[in-house]
Nanobody, 120 residues
Framework: QVELVEFGGGLVQAGGSLRLSCAAS????????MGWYRQGPGKERELVAV???????SYADSVKGRFTISRDHAKNTVYLQMNSLKPEDTAVYYC??????????????WGQGTHVTVSS
């Protein structure tokens, strides 16, 4: 069975930084893209950043210039460095992996979510 395990969320004041990590485990031969989504209070889930298999990245306009996504392909791990945090960044952040080649099929998997709360 494959799964994503996240950690690194927490409480921080505006202007501070946090680093999120997410690792895929199980029998995995390849992953196409890994990324981060978030869902704030009363809001829809939205894409924050994605790192595709060729190393290209994309970001939501609201976080561009403040957040940086990176990936360790050998360890099937993705990171999100969040700087200059704003109260509107408060959300549950979800790791995502798509095009995950397991022993039998291609699947998409999600992390359990990690809370990020930005005060002031």
């Amino acid at each position: 069975q494959v799964e994503l395990v996240e950690f690194g969320g927490g409480l921080v004041q505006a202007g501070g930084s946090l680093r999120l990590s997410c690792a895929a485990s199980g029998t995995i031969f390849n992953i196409n893209a890994m990324g981060w989504y978030r869902q704030g209070p009363g809001k829809e889930r939205e894409l924050v950043a994605v790192d595709s298999s060729d190393g290209s990245t994309s970001y939501a306009d609201s976080v561009k210039g403040r957040f940086t996504i990176s990936r360790d392909h050998a360890k099937n791990t993705v990171y999100l460095q969040m700087n200059s945090l704003k109260p509107e960044d408060t959300a549950v952040y979800y790791c995502n992996a798509e095009g995950v080649l397991t022993d039998t099929a291609y699947v998409e998997i999600w992390g359990q979510g990690t809370h990020v709360t930005v005060s002031s």
